[in-house]
């Protein structure tokens, strides 16, 4: 185990010198941080230890107390019923972290945890020829944080988009748009409105008219058997899809290693399939693998020999180990689809593949609009794209409205309404859902990106006021608003940590709006840049540091940190 916080590390290791009963990682993994700073900065309970050690917590803990070692960065120890509770002395933390801090940069906190490692992450993918939705939005989003979250971690990250490029809904598009896809057309053909209207038009005709379903079946096993028109037209709205696809991408930030959609498997196919041989069974003409009682089999192949979703799913992970030879592999998907991993990862087992244990579905609720009114909606469809403008739409209208004479107006504008609808997105633990509401999220006072954004930038003004800071005495700092943020500030390498272990994005983005809260708290209450002279200095470097920490937390989320807004 790596820790990275220096007076976390100190506190288990004074704990793992006096008590050899726990491992160093055990202790580590006990070690609490109490509700209220008046209980002290880390707690150690000692309520599991009773059993083994026939004594009462509080025996114990008073105990480990005595013995605990005197250390530069200890101020006391306290015992509480069964706790042991550690008080820092927040003057020395201070001297040690802070110029740690603004010297490392964006670097604090990064650890060396997944050095040589590499951890594939399946993020986005979405179909391209059916409904392209904010759906996909939390996926990207996710996602592309956790990329970042595990890249800190010291890890190989591969981002990869597993496009939707193929399945019979390539058919439906083929035959919708032979038949009427030169149609007048509010948007660019082959573009993914486009192949949505032509989706949307094959359903509403294929009710009155079934044999739409044979014809479009038809197509997709003449596109799986490489009949050139078909490909011709498939790669064609391929093309056009991704083009649109990649300006959303880059106007939120977001970047892949490698767009291997579900059609880069076909020729890798049979031979999965062949791996599958020993344990295929045929129902009713279908190919099937059962898996037991509690999971209904897996699909290899329908009865016309067409292959699916999972096969492809099953293809793509042996390609990917083999390729990346992954320590973990991370599905960023919907919860709806938890059946659909399970059974892949079973049939992986069933192939004797151990490293299945290290594939993860991560799952993520569903985004509700409330009664919002968006401009653009087809069926039940909302572009992402068109999230995304309106936010920055709104953006500059507020900008407009508090801050007129702003440079670079449009580029804030940009940074703040995307960084907007991301952390509307990562605020909450992901499997939960989520509400989409304009007022909610772009709220400047709210727990917003646009608060924290705001915070951020507030602290580069009070820094370029202070001018340059070539002497400080961090030992001024003792006024209880310092410390909260000194303490806030050394726990960041633990959140990142813990964001990484679950997989949870939030965990970051509550620590940035707890320290953002802290930050404007201290700056109601003191002077700063007209504090008296040492102090004045103290503090600037006390918000150089929150500032490097708020903008690394947001670089973590996917979010810009623009310098003035
Ligand atoms: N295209 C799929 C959908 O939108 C998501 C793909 C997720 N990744 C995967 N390897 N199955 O439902």
């Not at 990682?25 to 150690?44: A, C, Q, R, T, V």
């Not at 201290?522 to 040492?534: K, T």
Request: proline letters at 4%; charged letters at 25%.
């Amino acid at each position: 185990m790596h820790l990275v916080g220096i007076a976390r590390e100190i506190v288990v290791a004074a704990i793992s010198e006096v008590l050899p009963l726990l491992s160093y990682e055990e202790i580590d993994n006990l070690l609490e941080i109490p509700p209220s700073m008046e209980l002290g900065d880390y707690s150690f309970p000692c309520f599991t230890l009773a059993k083994q050690l026939r004594k009462s917590p509080v025996v114990i803990a008073k105990e480990l107390a005595e013995k605990i070692p005197d250390n530069r960065l200890l101020e006391k120890v306290v015992v509480v019923h069964g706790f042991v509770n550690f008080y820092l002395k927040k003057g020395q933390l201070a001297c040690d972290l802070i110029p740690k801090i603004c010297h490392e940069g964006l670097r604090y906190g990064k650890s060396t945890e997944g050095a040589g490692k590499s951890i594939v992450i399946d993020f986005s993918s979405p179909n391209i020829a059916k409904p392209f939705s904010v759906a996909h939005l939390r996926s990207t989003v996710i996602g592309h944080s956790l990329a970042r979250i595990w890249e800190h971690m010291g890890y190989k990250a591969e981002r990869i988009n597993h496009l939707g490029d193929w399945g019979t809904q390539f058919g439906k598009v083929i035959v919708a748009y032979k038949r009427w896809g030169e149609e007048d057309s509010l948007y660019p053909k082959g573009s993914i409105r486009h192949l949505l209207e032509l989706y949307v038009r094959f359903h509403k005709e294929a009710e009155e008219n079934p044999s739409l379903d044979d014809e479009a079946r038809l197509w997709f096993k003449k596109l799986e058997d490489g009949d050139q028109e078909a490909y011709k037209l498939w790669a064609q709205f391929r093309q056009t899809s991704l083009e649109s696809l990649k300006e959303v991408y880059e106007l939120m930030g977001v970047t892949f290693d490698h767009y291997t959609g579900e059609s880069f498997y076909n020729d890798l196919i049979p031979s999965a399939v062949l791996k599958l041989q020993p344990f295929i069974e045929v129902s009713e003409g279908a190919e099937i693998v059962p898996l037991g009682d509690d999971m209904p089999p897996f699909l290899v192949r329908k009865s016309d020999g067409a292959t699916l979703y999972g096969t492809r799913d099953l293809t793509a992970a042996i390609y990917r180990y083999e390729t990346f030879n992954f320590t973990k592999a991370l599905y960023v998907v919907g919860g709806e689809q938890a059946l659909h991993f399970k059974q892949v990862f079973a049939v992986l087992k069933k192939l004797g593949y151990d490293w299945a244990e290290n594939c993860e579905h991560v799952p993520f609720g569903l985004m509700r609009f409330g009664d919002m009114k968006l401009s653009t909606r087809q069926g039940n469809v909302i572009f992402l794209e068109d999230v995304l403008d309106k936010s920055i739409e709104l953006t500059k209208a507020i900008i407009e409205e508090k801050n007129p004479t702003l440079e670079d107006k449009e580029e804030v504008a940009r940074a703040v309404g995307v960084g907007a609808v991301i952390f509307n997105d990562l605020r909450n633990n992901r499997i939960k859902d989520i509400n989409f509401e304009w007022d909610e999220l772009l709220n400047f006072q709210g727990d917003t990106g646009p608060y924290i954004q705001y915070t951020h930038a507030r602290a580069c003004s009070l820094l370029e006021k202070g001018g340059r800071l070539d002497e400080f005495n961090l030992d001024l700092l003792k006024e209880p608003e310092e410390n909260a943020l000194i303490i806030s500030l050394e726990r960041f390498p633990e959140v990142i940590k813990q964001a990484a272990k679950n997989n949870e994005p939030s965990t970051v983005a509550r620590y940035l709006l707890n320290l953002a809260r802290d930050f404007n708290k201290f700056y109601q209450a003191h002077r700063i840049v007209d504090a008296e002279e040492g102090l004045a200095n103290a503090r600037l470097m006390l918000v150089a540091a929150v500032k490097q920490v708020i903008a690394e937390g947001l670089f973590l989320l996917g979010i810009e940190a623009p310098e003035k807004m």
